[in-house]
């Protein structure tokens, strides 16, 4: 690799494999089930999220091709599509930084119920070995300084986003959904209210040209994340409602409370019906 390019791969200036420069060494990667972030710098490259275990040959791929080797991987969450690279990066060197639910989870046999999903434990090795709590940490990577913060009880207990705060790139994993109705995991601690209120911490934390990179689809803007939020509260606020009018699933989906939103946020992972059946279990469970 000739020396205008890997300076430009620092600027974040140029593509290197089929990875997104947004500028300051940060590239967002191709799709690996979900969206990772890597920041590259002349000590190495910092990472956020690895992935699904079936995608670890591509996380591979693309990270060779940014020319730096994984100091630090950051874990937005448990879930096994952003972790499921994890062991390989891990026998690779790579610290690896998460919230404290995140080790807890990925060190026990956890259960997805909406999808009916069991995950066993990860080797130790892919688990976090460094963890920090609900005040968050702030560290210095390559240059750049990275403020990692704790949103309780939001997508799952442990969601945990970083923030490259000269590049102004803030990666939220699941706390964002942008363009598509979001899951939320109420079986390991998430909860649609709290979903809101990580959506209004984040958008105190974005300004106007912060870039925001969401668990699934494009990366986004402050605009988009508060039209995300605006859409949890307004399904939130019709389907609980309908609830304690005593309707059942069937009743509240035939009261169609995500007519006005399904054309801009029903093409993702879920329908309309299927948000409102995800909603209408979580809540009820609680």
Not at 85 to 113: C, F, P, Q, W
Request: glycine share 18%; proline share 3%.
């Amino acid at each position: 690799m000739d020396r205008r390019t890997v300076l430009g791969m620092l600027a974040g200036t140029v593509w290197a494999g089929g990875a997104t420069g947004l500028g300051k060494g940060v590239f967002v990667l191709p799709d690996l089930g979900s969206t990772s972030t890597a920041l590259v710098t002349g000590d190495g490259l910092f990472l956020v999220d690895s992935g699904m275990v079936e995608q670890v040959g591509d996380l591979e791929r693309e990270t060779r091709a940014l020319g730096a080797r994984i100091g630090v991987l950051f874990n937005t969450h448990w879930h096994f599509d952003h972790t499921g690279g994890n062991v390989r990066v891990g026998t690779g060197g790579a610290r690896i930084l998460a919230h404290e639910n995140v080790r807890r989870r990925l060190s026990e046999t956890t259960r997805i119920d909406f999808y009916k999903r069991t995950d066993r434990a990860l080797p130790a090795v892919g688990r976090p070995g460094e963890v920090f709590g609900a005040d968050g940490g702030v560290m210095t990577f390559g240059g750049e300084r990275i403020r990692y913060v704790h949103y309780p009880v939001a997508h799952t207990d442990g969601d945990g986003t970083a923030h490259f705060e000269n590049a102004d790139v803030l990666c939220v994993g699941d706390l964002f959904f942008n363009g598509m109705y979001p899951f939320v995991d109420y079986s390991t601690g998430g909860s649609l209210a709290g979903m809101i209120r990580a959506v209004e911490g984040l958008a105190r934390v974005a300004g106007a040209g912060t870039r925001i990179v969401p668990g699934h689809g494009p990366v986004g803007s402050r605009a988009e994340l508060l039209a995300f939020g605006e859409m949890l509260a307004g399904v939130r606020e019709r389907v609980t409602g309908l609830m304690k009018g005593g309707r059942s699933l069937r009743g509240v989906k035939e009261g169609r409370p995500t007519r006005e939103f399904d054309g801009r946020w029903g093409g993702g992972f879920f329908n309309g019906e299927e948000f409102v059946e995800m909603i209408y279990r979580g809540e009820r469970g609680r």
